[in-house]
């Protein structure tokens, strides 16, 4: 596996998430001590102890892979954001051409952790993003999306969301 790319916004994320992870299982592990010793010699009979373990399992496994994610991360620093071409730390307009209508959306390209629909923030490894990196201003491509193919265009490439901000 290639090693995730993280830009130091998306460090302090995972690190957030980390800890919140951490809490969550200390408390499931609390828990789970409760329903340990309210069953007595039964624990075979009670169902909560089962699943809290479960519970447990999983949180711990969460925990594992983003740690490794995050330690063999490679660090990326977005200071100057690419305005020539799309990469990692991008704010992107692109057209979208649909079969009925066209519609236009401004995208970020964000490292691992980041991303979040709600924002516009696009984790670079999506198979949209996949396609945009790379591209420039003016350069066409044919995304796949769940409801077929759409032609995408690249409007313009923004130096911060400030700009985007004072241009709507």
Not at 61 to 70: A, K, T
Request: proline share 2%.
């Amino acid at each position: 596996m290639m090693a995730v790319k993280i830009t130091p916004n998306g460090e302090k994320v995972i690190l957030q998430q980390i800890a919140n992870l951490e809490r969550e299982l200390k408390q499931v592990r609390i828990e789970k001590n409760k329903a340990y010793h309210a069953c007595g010699d039964d624990k075979l009979a009670n169902p909560n102890f089962h699943k809290l373990e479960q519970e447990e399992r999983i949180v711990e496994e969460r925990i594992r892979d983003i740690q490794h994610s995050y330690k063999t991360a490679e660090i990326i620093y977005v200071d100057e954001r690419n305005t020539e071409k799309v990469d990692i730390g991008s704010i992107v307009k692109c057209s979208f051409e649909y079969t009925e209508f066209t519609e236009e959306e401004i995208y970020e390209i964000v490292g691992y952790g980041e991303s979040n629909l709600e924002e516009n923030k696009l984790f670079y490894d999506t198979p949209v993003a996949i396609q945009l990196i790379g591209l420039k201003i003016g350069d066409e491509t044919i995304l796949s999306v769940p409801s077929g193919k759409v032609k995408c265009k690249i409007l313009k490439l923004y130096s911060g969301w400030e700009e985007v901000g004072s241009i709507n």
